[in-house]
Structure formats: structure tokens, C-alpha cells
């Protein structure tokens, strides 16, 4: 397998690094962070103006055709910046399940505007108990005619106040088996009977809501995938996204380690850099094996997942579970070797310490990941 870039890969990270530290600074971030909605318009327009929101779309709807490795390039380079925007929610858990499962007429309607700029969406999947898995989705899409009357309340709804459009996973029959009874809706966030609250949740950036559903009248024509098979659509949208988490993650923390030891060169004690500390340098030189050891494991999973490998799923637990766990000693490590000012609003460590946690527990923590890693390599035995 090939870790390196390619010219054009090469090329595409270093422009996101360029504009992202242009258009998307840190003064901006915590802008977003006080605003409401949580993104800016003009800098999404200016993304969707680079084709980054259909960057593996194909180009009858509008996008770049560029594969899932790309996508993750990029991915990496905005989890380094801490991008306040809705990329995550509209295109890995909106866009790549319509462009999967959806039908030919809801592409051609939605995948052209999301790259266009025109148009957010995101995943309203879990609820009350905030856990992934089928048992845990309990809203009802009851069928009147040729439309469903949708009900239930959806909880850590992703960037939901800017949404145009919600995927909302429902339950259409009842089915002793949980997992056989599940469908996803486009729901226009318009619509009568959807009511959007914020949650106060740890990552300021990344902003969570709650989302009501009340007898809310959804077509028929835009069920994505087929009718009551939608568990296995949210599995394939876990499976992705958490890839591209990883390199979010990855990025993540090569800010958190490049800003580390640039402070430890440049603050003194005692009439020396603390970076010349023989303590602070081993603390140091962990940080950077953590990551090397991270980032391949993170390339592996978003290569098995691009070529629809039969052993994606056990790569990307592997990748999920131990960069989630570098992200979190990384950014441990980046706040204490920072001191005091590392737990203060006014340094940005703190920003990356609370996203890392974020990460960690979307789509299931380090130890959901490990179960899952022992239960595949426990089938390859037998």
C-alpha cells in the first residue's frame, strides 16, 4: 500500500493549508463558536467555489470525481484548522448516503446543489440515550396515503440549525428484529412540525441540537435506500464517516504537536527554552511516535474503505479506537506541557482538547471499536 501523495494530492493539501489558514483562523473559529447558526455563508461559498463539497461526487451532478483518499486529505487539513463549518454533517453523513442509496431523481435534485454551495444537511439518528445501535432509534414514520406522518426526537443533531435538510432514521413496522425495521427520510427542515433547540455540548465548534419531529408529513418519493432497510445504510454511513474522523483526527493532532513544541522552544525557565528539558523531551518525542504510529493505521482504513474492501470494517475500528485515544493523550500532553494558559480561553489547546473528545465518542468510543476488533479477529480464527 502507497502512504504517500500523489502530485495532485500533494497539490490539494497544500491549497486547503493555505486557504484554510487565509479564510478560517483562529479569530474566525471563535467567532463561529458565539455564533448561533455556527458557520459563515461566505466561507462556505468560497469552499463549494474550490469544489471541495463535491469532491468525490461524479461530474454529471456537479462534482470533481475524486476518490475517498482525496476527501480524506482534505478532511485531515480541516480537522488541523478546526474548520467551523458544516462539511462533516453535509457531505459524509448527508451526501455520500443520497450519492450510495438514494434514487436517480433525488440525486439529480440534491447532490448539485450540495456542491454548488446551496444546500446543508445532516444525519438526525440518535436519541434519548444517545447510544449507537438499533434498538436505540424509537421515532415512527407512520404511512397515510402515499406520504409518512414522522414523529420522535432526535438528540446531538451536527450543525442542525444550519441544515436545509435533514436524514432522519425511523421506524416503519414493527419487527421483533430491531435492525429490520428502520428508514431514512429526507425531511425538509422547513417543514411543518420540526423544531430545532441547541444542546450545550463540550465542542463549541462542532455545535449539537435537539431536533422534534411532530406528526411531520415527509413523500414517500424521498426515502433514501430501500424501505426498511435502513440500519444497514447507517452502518455503511458509521463506517465512513469514522474513516474520515480519523483523518480529521489526525490532523488534529499534528496541530496539537507542531504548536507544542514551537511553545517549548520559545518559553523560558530558569534562563533556558523548556524544550532543552530532558522530561518535556521525552513527553515530546511520545507525542510524535503516538502519531506516526496513528497515521498509517488511519491511511489503511480509508484505503480498505475506498476500494469497498470485504476487512474495511475491522481496519477502521482499529484506526478509530487508537487515533481517538492519540488525539485525546496528545491534546493531555499539549495543555499541560502549555501550563496555565493551556487551560485558559485565551490559548487555542483547549479548542483541540475539547473536539478530540467529540471525535472519540461519534460513532462509537475507543472501547465499542476494540469489541468490535476482537469479535473480527476472533471470526478469523475459528
Given at each position: 500500500?502507497?502512504?504517500?501523495?500523489?502530485?495532485?494530492?500533494?497539490?490539494?493539501?497544500?491549497?486547503?493549508?493555505?486557504?484554510?489558514?487565509?479564510?478560517?483562523?483562529?479569530?474566525?473559529?471563535?467567532?463561529?463558536?458565539?455564533?448561533?447558526?455556527?458557520?459563515?455563508?461566505?466561507?462556505?461559498?468560497?469552499?463549494?467555489?474550490?469544489?471541495?463539497?463535491?469532491?468525490?461526487?461524479?461530474?454529471?451532478?456537479?462534482?470533481?470525481?475524486?476518490?475517498?483518499?482525496?476527501?480524506?486529505?482534505?478532511?485531515?487539513?480541516?480537522?488541523?484548522?478546526?474548520?467551523?463549518?458544516?462539511?462533516?454533517?453535509?457531505?459524509?453523513?448527508?451526501?455520500?448516503?443520497?450519492?450510495?442509496?438514494?434514487?436517480?431523481?433525488?440525486?439529480?435534485?440534491?447532490?448539485?446543489?450540495?456542491?454548488?454551495?446551496?444546500?446543508?444537511?445532516?444525519?438526525?439518528?440518535?436519541?434519548?440515550?444517545?447510544?449507537?445501535?438499533?434498538?436505540?432509534?424509537?421515532?415512527?414514520?407512520?404511512?397515510?396515503?402515499?406520504?409518512?406522518?414522522?414523529?420522535?426526537?432526535?438528540?446531538?443533531?451536527?450543525?442542525?440549525?444550519?441544515?436545509?435538510?435533514?436524514?432522519?432514521?425511523?421506524?416503519?413496522?414493527?419487527?421483533?428484529?430491531?435492525?429490520?425495521?428502520?428508514?431514512?427520510?429526507?425531511?425538509?427542515?422547513?417543514?411543518?412540525?420540526?423544531?430545532?433547540?441547541?444542546?450545550?455540548?463540550?465542542?463549541?465548534?462542532?455545535?449539537?441540537?435537539?431536533?422534534?419531529?411532530?406528526?411531520?408529513?415527509?413523500?414517500?418519493?424521498?426515502?433514501?435506500?430501500?424501505?426498511?432497510?435502513?440500519?444497514?445504510?447507517?452502518?455503511?454511513?458509521?463506517?465512513?464517516?469514522?474513516?474520515?474522523?480519523?483523518?480529521?483526527?489526525?490532523?488534529?493532532?499534528?496541530?496539537?504537536?507542531?504548536?507544542?513544541?514551537?511553545?517549548?522552544?520559545?518559553?523560558?525557565a530558569f534562563g533556558v527554552p523548556i524544550g532543552s528539558f530532558q522530561g518535556l523531551k521525552h513527553r515530546?518525542?511520545?507525542?510524535?511516535?503516538?502519531?506516526?504510529?496513528?497515521?498509517?493505521?488511519?491511511?489503511?482504513?480509508?484505503?480498505?474503505?475506498?476500494?469497498?474492501?470485504?476487512?474495511?470494517?475491522?481496519?477502521?475500528?482499529?484506526?478509530?479506537?487508537?487515533?481517538?485515544?492519540?488525539y485525546e493523550s496528545l491534546t493531555n500532553n499539549g495543555v499541560q506541557l502549555h501550563g496555565g494558559i493551556g487551560f485558559t480561553w485565551d490559548h487555542d489547546?483547549?479548542?483541540?482538547?475539547?473536539?478530540?473528545?467529540?471525535?472519540?465518542?461519534?460513532?462509537?468510543?475507543?472501547?465499542?471499536?476494540?469489541?468490535?476488533?476482537?469479535?473480527?479477529?476472533?471470526?478469523?480464527?475459528?
Amino acid at each position: 500500500m502507497d502512504f504517500g501523495l500523489n502530485e495532485e494530492q500533494d497539490m490539494l493539501k497544500t491549497m486547503a493549508r493555505d486557504f484554510l489558514a487565509k479564510e478560517c483562523p483562529k479569530a474566525h473559529v471563535r467567532k463561529m463558536m458565539d455564533d448561533a447558526v455556527g458557520y459563515s455563508p461566505e466561507l462556505w461559498k468560497k469552499m463549494a467555489e474550490l469544489g471541495w463539497q463535491g469532491l468525490v461526487f461524479p461530474e454529471e451532478y456537479g462534482g470533481s470525481a475524486m476518490n475517498f483518499r482525496d476527501l480524506a486529505i482534505l478532511s485531515e487539513e480541516m480537522g488541523r484548522a478546526l474548520v467551523a463549518a458544516p462539511f462533516f454533517s453535509t457531505v459524509m453523513l448527508f451526501g455520500l448516503p443520497i450519492l450510495h442509496y438514494a434514487s436517480d431523481a433525488i440525486k439529480k435534485e440534491f447532490l448539485p446543489k450540495i456542491a454548488k454551495g446551496e444546500m446543508i444537511g445532516t444525519l438526525a439518528l440518535l436519541e434519548a440515550d444517545g447510544d449507537f445501535w438499533a434498538e436505540g432509534v424509537r421515532a415512527k414514520a407512520l404511512k397515510r396515503g402515499n406520504s409518512y406522518l414522522l414523529s420522535g426526537t432526535k438528540m446531538f443533531v451536527t450543525d442542525a440549525k444550519a441544515a436545509d435538510y435533514f436524514l432522519v432514521a425511523a421506524r416503519t413496522r414493527v419487527s421483533p428484529n430491531p435492525e429490520e425495521n428502520i428508514t431514512l427520510f429526507l425531511v425538509n427542515a422547513k417543514e411543518w412540525g420540526v423544531y430545532v433547540s441547541s444542546l450545550k455540548t463540550m465542542d463549541m465548534v462542532r455545535k449539537q441540537y435537539e431536533v422534534q419531529f411532530s406528526n411531520v408529513n415527509v413523500p414517500a418519493t424521498h426515502i433514501v435506500g430501500e424501505l426498511h432497510g435502513g440500519w444497514q445504510i447507517i452502518q455503511d454511513i458509521a463506517l465512513q464517516a469514522n474513516a474520515m474522523l480519523c483523518a480529521e483526527m489526525i490532523g488534529g493532532c499534528d496541530w496539537v504537536l507542531e504548536t507544542t513544541v514551537n511553545y517549548a522552544k520559545e518559553r523560558f525557565a530558569f534562563g533556558v527554552p523548556i524544550g532543552s528539558f530532558q522530561g518535556l523531551k521525552h513527553r515530546m518525542a511520545d507525542m510524535y511516535m503516538e502519531l506516526e504510529h496513528a497515521r498509517p493505521l488511519m491511511i489503511r482504513a480509508v484505503e480498505y474503505v475506498r476500494e469497498n474492501r470485504s476487512d474495511a470494517e475491522l481496519a477502521v475500528s482499529m484506526a478509530k479506537a487508537y487515533c481517538a485515544d492519540v488525539y485525546e493523550s496528545l491534546t493531555n500532553n499539549g495543555v499541560q506541557l502549555h501550563g496555565g494558559i493551556g487551560f485558559t480561553w485565551d490559548h487555542d489547546m483547549h479548542l483541540y482538547f475539547k473536539r478530540a473528545r467529540w471525535s472519540a465518542n461519534t460513532f462509537g468510543n475507543p472501547v465499542y471499536h476494540r469489541d468490535i476488533v476482537a469479535q473480527k479477529l476472533e471470526q478469523q480464527l475459528l
